[in-house]
């Protein structure tokens, strides 16, 4: 059972940045049978979930939201079986709780998308204050 824990959520003031980081366990290291997409996505207090950022097992295909797209980077190192988010010049309108996920398969570099997602973590949250 994989098991994803996040970490790195806080407040911050607008402009700042956070690193958000995903250890997952449970999954053997190096394991080349265990093809995932893993990523981020975001909860909004009365918006759907979304999905923020995602990155496939190589590290070649890459997803970022429209709309922080620009202010986004994501990192995987399989070999510690972690994830990694950077978020720079955080906005007001980033605040909301952050959940690192994964779904078998290939990522896509036009969609991270809920469906077909098994695996969550608790989130973390950040909060964006002026």
């Known amino acids: 059972q994989v098991r994803l824990v996040e970490s790195g959520g806080g407040s911050v003031q607008a402009g700042g940045s956070l690193t958000l980081s995903c250890a997952a366990s449970?999954?053997?290291?190096?394991?080349?049978?265990?093809?995932?997409?893993m990523g981020w996505f975001r909860q909004i207090p009365g918006k759907e979930r979304e999905g923020v950022a995602a990155?496939?097992?190589?590290?070649?295909?890459?997803f970022y939201i429209d709309s922080m797209k620009t202010r986004l980077s994501i990192s995987r190192d399989n070999a510690n079986n972690t994830l990694d988010l950077r978020l720079n010049n955080l906005k007001l309108e980033d605040t909301g709780r952050y959940y690192c996920?994964?779904?078998?398969?290939?990522?896509?570099?036009?969609?991270?998308?809920?469906?077909?997602?098994?695996?969550w973590g608790q989130g973390t949250q950040i909060t964006v204050s002026s």
């Open positions: 990155i496939d097992r190589l590290g070649n295909i890459k």
């Open positions: 449970g999954v053997a290291s190096g394991d080349t049978n265990s093809v995932y997409c």
């Open positions: 996920a994964a779904k078998p398969g290939n990522c896509f570099s036009k969609s991270w998308s809920i469906g077909g997602v098994n695996y």
